[in-house]
């Protein structure tokens, strides 16, 4: 289910990206220290009472060469088009200021709430000069410090209140798949030869003015699945198109609403930074992947070059061991028949659930291989494990402390895991807790 988005727009230097961490607190977490994995920090998700949803930092978006003007207009318009809620901030040092009438007159022509926040309100005294902002014409105005965490709990209140209400809970067994990648990768490509190929489309859902047009179709087993179209998401001008945060964003977005992201690449460009960039974020997230090489037919090839592909791939994404590799052409249909099965087989992956007893002798086998390690003449002793999630799959082991499960042995522990369960194409947690 598609978290609801909350955006933070204003002129430059008002607080945006304070009022933003402030917000985001310490509710990102890294999942590994792995280059390529840190999530972009225009975008995160965040919680308050018991309530999650998705924030974007249009100031971090970064439109390079365009007038100030232009600029705010079109961190605006990424608003207007992404969010449920949108974040007004600005300064309560400066007052009112034209270029903050201007980012008014542009989000009157929205339908979507606007929270009006006046920061660097720090004194108290300061509180009477939030009511010079009642002329923006956006309703009552929040007093806050972003600085010193002065009423951001009043806005994140304000922000509860205003999200949609939840959606109506999706068909269980209807697998979401979204594809990312660099632009020209194929993306768009590879979805029509889905689709066109054998697939029977079983209806085409138009998205809201914040999401793709996402496609439903069932393959032959009757399994449902729904395509989410990055490359097909509606943009208001082709003046932020380009940016790389803009696609970043936006294949973040896809990628919190899918169970299985397909990584794209263009085996005619090879990988780039880029590729590495936005793949970590899925891994990061959780999802299921897949790495997708296209445009294969376009290499000449011989008896090595799939080998040393994949060699690479494997070097490159090394925190993506655990995923499935095919090499496909969108334009002859090489082998596109293989990627709903495995979509199907890494779903189930992430959905699996193993027995504590089963899973305990293996973990109990993998100890008796390779014992705990010591520290400072301390062993770590582990008592018991046992699955707690799924989406993917998370572990806790109680130990006698955390600090004493290194990460060698804990990557050791989940190693043996895998052999011993089929787990392709899903990321695995091990959580170390001390035992009560």
Do not use: C
């Not at 988005?5 to 985001?24: D, E, L, M």
């Not at 709430?113 to 923006?136: A, C, G, H």
């Not at 891994?283 to 294969?296: D, F, L, P, Q, T």
């Amino acid at each position: 289910m598609a978290l609801p988005t909350v955006a933070i727009v204003g002129r430059p230097n008002v607080g945006k990206s304070t009022i933003f961490n402030r917000i985001a607190g310490e509710r990102i977490s890294i999942v590994e220290d792995t280059p390529g994995v840190t999530r972009d920090r225009i975008y995160t998700t965040s919680e308050w009472l018991n309530k999650k949803f998705a924030m974007i930092d249009t100031g971090g978006i970064e439109l390079a060469d365009t007038p100030f003007m232009v600029q705010i207009k079109a961190q605006a318009e990424i608003a207007m088009d992404e969010a449920d809620v949108i974040v007004f901030v600005v300064d309560g040092e400066n007052g009112v200021t034209d270029a903050d009438e201007y980012v008014a007159q542009i989000l009157y022509k929205t339908d979507k709430p606007v929270i009006l926040v006046v920061n660097k309100i720090d004194n108290p005294e300061r509180r009477m000069d939030v009511f010079d902002f009642y002329s923006l014409g956006l309703g009552e105005p929040y007093p806050v410090s972003a600085v010193h965490g002065i009423g951001t709990g009043d806005v994140l209140d304000a922000i509860i209140e205003h999200l949609p209400s939840d959606e109506v809970e999706e068909n269980p067994d209807l697998i979401k798949f979204s594809l990312i990648g660099r632009p020209n990768v194929g993306k768009s490509s590879l979805i029509n030869a889905i689709l066109g190929e054998d697939r029977v489309i079983a209806s085409p859902i138009a998205g809201t003015t914040r999401d793709a047009i996402d496609t439903n179709f069932t393959d032959d087993s009757g399994q449902e699945f729904t395509v989410i179209d990055t490359a097909g998401m509606r943009k208001r001008g082709k003046v932020y198109e380009a940016t790389e945060k803009y696609s970043v964003m936006r294949a973040m977005r896809a990628i919190d609403r899918s169970d299985v992201v397909l990584m794209v690449l263009n085996a005619e460009e090879g990988i780039r930074e880029y590729d590495k960039r936005i793949a970590g974020f899925a891994h990061e997230a959780g999802r299921g992947i897949i790495i997708v090489v296209n445009k294969w037919d376009s290499l000449e090839k011989d008896n090595k070059t799939l080998q040393q592909w994949e060699e690479k791939i494997r070097d490159a994404f090394q925190y993506l061991s655990y995923a499935p590799i095919v090499f496909v052409s969108a334009k002859t249909k090489q082998r596109l028949n293989r990627l709903p099965e495995l979509i199907k087989t890494v779903s189930q992956a992430q959905n699996m659930r193993v027995p504590s007893s089963v899973l305990n002798d293996v973990i109990m086998d993998a100890i008796a291989i390779n014992p705990t390690p010591t520290d400072k003449g301390r062993r770590l002793k582990i008592f018991y494990a046992t699955q707690v999630a799924i989406k993917p799959p998370t572990f806790v082991v109680f130990v006698n402390e955390e600090a004493l499960m290194h990460f060698s042995y804990a990557r050791m522990l989940e190693n043996q895991i895998r052999k011993a369960f089929v787990f392709e194409g899903t990321p695995i947690h091990l959580i170390a807790r001390k035992r009560k």
